[in-house]
C-alpha cells in the first residue's frame, strides 16, 4: 500500500490557484514536505510542515504566494498555492519523514507520492 498519495494538480493560468492534496495511510509522520521537478531540472524544496506543530518552513521562491497545512482527523497535507507563475510547472510530489530536522533537504525523507503534474500557462 503506497502511504502517500498526490491530488489537486492540473492546468492553471498564470496568476491562477491551485490547492494539491496529500493523503496519508497506514503510518504518521514527524514532518512532511513538498517537492518539485521540472523537465530537465533536480527536484527542489518547496515547502515543509512539522505535523505536531504545524510550524512550516517555505522556499524563498514560494513565500507569500503558497500555504502549507494539514489536517489532523484526516491525515492530509495540503499545498495551497496562489498567483502561480510559469515556472512554477513541474511535477509536485509529497514527502514524509519521522524527523524534524533538515526538512529542506529531499534526503532527509524516506515516503514519497508518485507525484502529481502543475501546469502553469495561458
Known amino acids: 500500500q503506497v502511504p502517500l498519495v498526490e491530488s489537486g494538480g492540473g492546468l492553471v493560468q498564470p496568476g491562477g490557484s491551485l490547492r494539491l492534496s496529500c493523503a496519508v495511510s497506514g503510518r504518521t509522520f514527524g514532518s512532511m514536505g513538498w517537492f518539485r521537478q521540472a523537465p530537465g531540472k533536480e527536484r527542489e524544496f518547496v515547502a515543509a510542515i512539522i505535523w505536531s506543530s504545524g510550524s512550516p518552513v517555505y522556499a524563498d521562491s514560494v513565500k507569500g504566494r503558497f500555504t502549507i497545512s494539514r489536517d489532523n482527523a484526516k491525515n492530509t497535507m495540503y499545498l495551497q498555492m496562489k498567483s502561480l507563475k510559469p515556472e512554477d510547472t513541474a511535477v509536485y510530489y509529497c514527502?514524509?519523514?519521522?524527523?524534524?530536522?533538515?526538512?529542506?533537504?529531499?534526503?532527509?525523507?524516506?515516503?514519497w507520492g508518485q507525484g502529481t503534474q502543475v501546469t502553469v500557462s495561458s
Open positions: 514527502a514524509g519523514t519521522q524527523g524534524i530536522y533538515q526538512l529542506m533537504n529531499s534526503r532527509a525523507y524516506d515516503y
